[in-house]
């Protein structure tokens, strides 16, 4: 029987329902569902203690909706060609509208191809990045074209969260504020693109010399490549690196719908020019910037290299190439004639290899080509053969007629510093034949100016054989003795105190005693040291006769021609009255002397030479414009007869006188003008005109010395004035000077009507000591020079 339970014993548990195994499951997962709501919360919290914090301390882009990026002075020549730009940055700030559509297809393809699409943060993008980066695929970014301008404009480049936050917090209140197209505009214009680029419209002709609107796709995309790296992807330093970017972009490109298969093929197989970094401007008006530059500076101080001004000069290009040429063959041409003075360094070269080429870089760097004058180290050396390598690895083999300039650096006697040999650093040119042939660097300079002698507009000036190697402008501020070229406006206050062209002077010996001078006695010689007797005021000017010059200064009186030499800007200061100053004996810059030429080229007028035509800002907007003058008789300071008279004088010099060579070469009779050349041979002038032209040319050693014994201003400087006017005169019709009132032409020559009926029969100085007081012309003979001037003109000037 079954038994009975005692009334202590617990009851039986009913049986219990099996546990599901999720159970613990679904409470971790509320758990952190609970964590990542706290944290969610958390972060948002933050993020608005951020906002709240962070934003109201952003800086304020207001001023971006008009962008004013710092933008270089540029100066240009009158037919727009760039002649050289200052500033820090290189920049052409250009409107969104005027950006052609290949370049921002380019830099959207690469940079942020849904730049029109998100909201300035591209949460695809970094999801895609993201995905990328964690596949080890190549590394992606994220940053937007917007975040990049919010980066780039405002905030430093450190990495740190703070700066990130910064950056997004930026970007919202520039996509807020701003259109897609100004962001778009601000980043293609601030971009840092190297070499001093900033923004694809000066990338455009840093890399390529041309502007963007006439931009390729293969030069688009190449451009394009720059903003991820400049210095990585830039096509001058690393053009390998470069290329491989530039294929990836044009696919990009074709993924994008931007371009058509047949448009991206076309645009691989495009060969592209890469501009040289020192190519620099197209024209070589370098002392013409540094002068506008100053001007500006004078203006608008510190602004001048961040408003963005452009100046427009009255040079025009074509000639300012050819002066700029002429003036460095007339230099050249003048150092073969030198003694070689030896290589510019010795180094010890390696045997071969990258160590050999690693030594001639570095060597190079100090020694970098001078235009056409092109450096190179010298591999092997013989007296018939100099084989040399350039910078950029080319061989330079010198041979024959090649070797001549530096033949004594081949002989087998030379010294040290003269020899030449493996690990010499030299200089070669290409000749006309394309053959190569060694020369140095000069160490003369020299100095080329020309103006419209109708309004005083400067149409080339040179102020040196090199910019980079002496700044020193040499047309306006070196001071020279202009020697002979003077001797015209001797002749022309002459012509005022009764001389006529055909006024007889003795080309006699003079002898000035000890008395005369205050000191030692003095005996001027002409150039050639002939005495020919009497002779024309015409021919005496034609042969630079001295003791003709000297004859006519002291029968118009020293201090009268003082005076008169003030009608064509002369300093009376600079040219002290004594007799010496009839053969150049004071001091005058190149551009003085180009002016007081117009004077008589333009029929007697003073113009002023002038070199900015306009200043305008970077919106085209002009500031300042200048018109030329126009000729009237306020602005005369010489009679039209006389300066008719001059050149009637001048262009015998250019014809049958030191000057021959013009008219012969040019094949023109309206050219006028006068050869100088200074005691010892110090100075070589030129100064000449045709009546729409006037130019001088002038040669010599900054620190005075002599040219050598067989150098004048025919010789050097002529061929420099001639080779400038054979480019400036092409096309140019012949002009005929007409007779202005108060002059006859009788027999052949011309006089001032008071003094016709005396033609041919005055004369000066043939049997009749110098009149003193009075004779043709009259004028007294001045006090004798003190002793320091003597001393310093004793031997006179040559022609």
Known sequence: MPSKSSPGDAPKAAPSTPRSPWGWVGRVLAWLLGIAAAGVAAVALMVAIALAVAYPNLPDISDLADYRPKLPLRVYSADNLLLGEFGEERRNLMPIAEIPKVMKDAVLAIEDARFYEHGGVDYKGVVRAALANLGNLKSQGASTITMQVARNVYLSSEKTYTRKIYEI??????????????????????????????????????????????????????????????????????????????????????ENGFITAAQAQQAKTEELRIRPANEGARVHGEFVAETVRQLMYAQYGDATYTRGLNVYTTLHASEQIAAYNALRRGIMDFERRQIYRGPEKFVTLPAGGNELEDAIDDVLLGHPDNGDVLSAVVLEATPKRILAVRGNGDEVEITGDGLKPAQSGLAASAPPNIKIRRGAVIRAVKTPKNTWEITQLPEVEGAFVAMDPRSGAVRALVGGFDFQKNKFNHVTQAWRQ??????????????????????????????????????????????????????????????????????????????????????????????????????????????????????????GYRVNPWLVAKVTDHKGRTLVETLPPALDESMRTIPARNAFMMSQLLNEVTLRGTAARAQATLKRPDVYGKTGTTNDAIDAWFAGYQPTLAAVTWIGYDQPRNLGSRETGGGLSLPVWINFMETALKGVPVATLTAPPGVVNSGGEWFYDEYAHNAGVNSLGLDAPLPNSSGNGGGAVVAPPPAEERNRILDLFRN
């Open 169 to 254: 917090l930026l970007t919202f209140k520039l996509e807020h504020l701003l259109s897609k197209d100004k962001i778009l505009e601000i980043y293609m214009n601030q971009i840092f693109l190297g070499n001093r680029a900033y923004g694809f419209a000066a990338a455009s002709e840093t890399y390529f010399g041309r502007p963007l609107k006439d931009i390729t796709v293969a030069q688009a995309a190449m451009l394009a490549g720059l903003p991820k790296a400049p210095s990585a992807y830039n096509p001058i330093s690393n053009p390998n690196r470069a290329r491989v970017r530039q294929l990836y972009i044009i696919d990009r490109m074709l």
């Open 482 to 603: 202009p020697g002979s070229s003077f001797k015209p406006f001797i002749y022309s206050a002459a012509l005022e105190k009764g001389f006529t062209p055909a006024t007889v002077v003795n080309d006699a010996p003079l002898f000035f005693d000890a008395g005369f001078t205050g000191g030692q006695p003095w005996e001027p010689k002409n150039y050639d040291g002939k005495f020919e007797g009497p002779m024309t005021l015409r021919t005496g000017l034609a042969k630079s006769k001295n003791m003709i010059s000297i004859r006519v200064l002291q029968a118009v009186g020293a201090q009268n021609a003082q005076e008169w030499i003030t009608h064509f800007g002369f300093e009376a200061e600079r040219h002290p009255a004594y007799l010496t100053m009839a053969l150049g004996a004071g001091s005058v810059t190149p551009m003085q002397m180009v002016a007081a030429y117009s004077v008589f080229a333009n029929g």
